[in-house]
């Protein structure tokens, strides 16, 4: 899966970093978390503890987008096989498929053909109805993948808003408020065009805290947030959007305000606000969660005990600025070696989350690269540890690396750290050490993993 795993891994505790890595990655793959979770006795779907009987509808109709879309696909076409009516599902991982067409997007960034596959997609689940079964295979990266602007708000504008978002540090459901009032699918908009069908939705979760509105923008799920909210994430940040998105959220937030201009004349109702908990559209509308942050985590601390390593699940849910988290994960490491707490060395200590960038600097990276960078710099000449922090897709912010691997050796030049981290040129810097981590797209994302590994050649100070 690393495909400079020979350059990297020069030591036991770099070694077992990336393993660590492969084995969390290999457990959240979407084929695996389907094949786990679903099955076909007789004519009858189950997923988890819930059952379909397929004879009760005409049609099998699959539908979705997300970085984990290409395997989903596969995976499903091998559990239904041919009761697989059709099916359309957006993604940048395409896979081999014999009845669901896999349609290219782009992330992070959302592009013409995203759109061009996401309107596809629709038009799919226009076509379903009370008698159809529908499965919508949801992962991480879908709000990007499947933009979908809604009438009046071009893509040129979507972009731009979205990467002025990503740029400032708005958390992911920020981000999302205000993408979901831009969209036709997002919020609830794909269970509203695929009702009355009966919905079952497949979901890899990238989200902190599996806040399923959240991953991939809710497509099939209510939706809290409301226009105003939108407008008010734009305000706290300092956006200024594009002035039709600008238009989109004042009218929907003041309400009442109809989508044709007042002097024409026009009857049409007010904009409609996203499908909050009590609409009718979900009464048929089921979500189950596959995977999540916490699955590699797992497989990470039963990957440490079996290498006689102490394990400690630290979080799933880390978040805030990338380079300030790593200063605690660092710190952590220095205290164990120490004292012994919170647990013995040697020790694995991994967690899971979003971290993300505030961007200063003109540089490149990723959260996870500026994560490494900055806990090599805490870490600088401390021996047997390392640390590995990766992007579950493979793709870590806008680059081509995964994320990167470092210990205490990484940084001979703290200066010249400092400054990249200040220019958020974290990539650069890394990369002149051989510390990226190549995988390229894995399939999968249920978000950052880190691995934090502290060896046992210090023995630990006293108990405090």
């Known amino acids: 899966m690393i495909h400079d795993r020979e350059a990297l891994g020069d030591s036991e505790v770099r070694e077992l970093a990336l393993d660590c890595v492969e084995a969390g990655i290999e457990a ?36 979705g987008g997300g970085n984990a879309g290409g395997p989903m696909a596969a995976a499903l076409e091998r559990v239904l096989g041919d009761r697989i009516t059709r099916g359309a599902i957006v993604t940048d991982a395409p896979e081999e498929t014999e009845r669901i067409d896999l349609l290219p997007g782009d992330h992070p960034v959302p592009s013409e053909r995203g759109v061009e596959s996401t309107r596809r997609m629709l038009e799919l ?28 708000v071009s893509l040129e504008s979507l972009q731009e808003v979205t990467e002025a978002l990503l740029a400032s540090g708005a958390t992911i459901d920020e981000i999302n408020a205000v993408r979901k009032h831009c969209s036709a699918l997002k919020g609830g908009g794909l269970a509203r065009r695929a009702a009355p069908a009966t919905v079952v939705s497949l979901i890899i979760s990238d989200v902190v805290g599996n806040d399923l509105s959240t991953v991939a923008s809710g497509p099939t799920v209510p939706d809290m947030t409301t226009f105003a909210d939108a407008r008010a994430v734009l305000s706290r940040y300092g956006i200024d959007p594009p002035a039709e998105i600008a238009e989109r959220l004042e009218r929907g937030a ?4 109809t989508e044709t201009p007042p002097d024409r004349g026009s009857d049409e109702p007010p904009l409609a606000e996203t499908p909050g908990p009590d609409d009718p559209v979900f009464d ?30 630290l979080s799933s849910r880390i978040r805030g600025e990338a380079r300030e988290a790593a200063k605690t994960h660092a710190a952590i490491a220095e205290e164990a070696r120490a004292t012994g707490n919170p647990l013995e060395v040697p020790a694995v200590i991994c967690s899971g989350g979003e971290t993300t960038v505030t961007l200063r600097g003109e540089g490149t990276g990723g959260p996870n690269q500026e ?65 990226l981590i190549e995988t390229g ?8 993993l880190r691995v934090l590994v502290v060896g046992a050649s ?6 405090r």
């Open 371 to 435: 994560f490494a960078l900055s806990a090599a710099l805490e870490l600088r000449g401390t021996g047997d540890v390392a640390l590995a922090s990766v992007d579950t897709d493979g793709i870590d912010g806008a680059t081509e690396s995964a994320g990167a691997l470092i210990d205490g050796a990484t940084v001979s030049d703290p200066e010249r750290a400092r400054d990249a981290l200040d220019d958020n040129d974290a990539r650069p810097y890394l990369d002149a050490c051989d510390a």
């Open 284 to 313: 048929r509308v089921e979500n189950h969660v596959l995977a999540d942050g916490f699955t590699p985590l797992a497989a990470v601390r039963d990957l440490a005990r079996e290498r006689g390593y102490e394990p400690l699940i």
């Open 254 to 257: 003041d309400g009442g305000v």
């Open 441 to 448: 797209p894995t399939g999968t994302n249920v978000n950052d």
């Open 28 to 63: 959240a793959d979407p084929e695996r978390a389907i094949e786990r979770t679903l099955s076909l006795e007789g004519d009858r779907l189950v997923v988890g503890e819930t059952s379909y009987e397929l004879p009760d509808y005409e049609e099998v109709v699959v539908l």
């Open 458 to 463: 210090a023995t630990p100070e006293a108990s």
């Open 125 to 152: 689940a226009d076509g379903v109805g009370e008698e159809t079964f529908v499965l919508v295979a949801i992962s991480g990266g879908g709000s990007a993948l499947m933009p979908a602007p809604t009438e009046g």
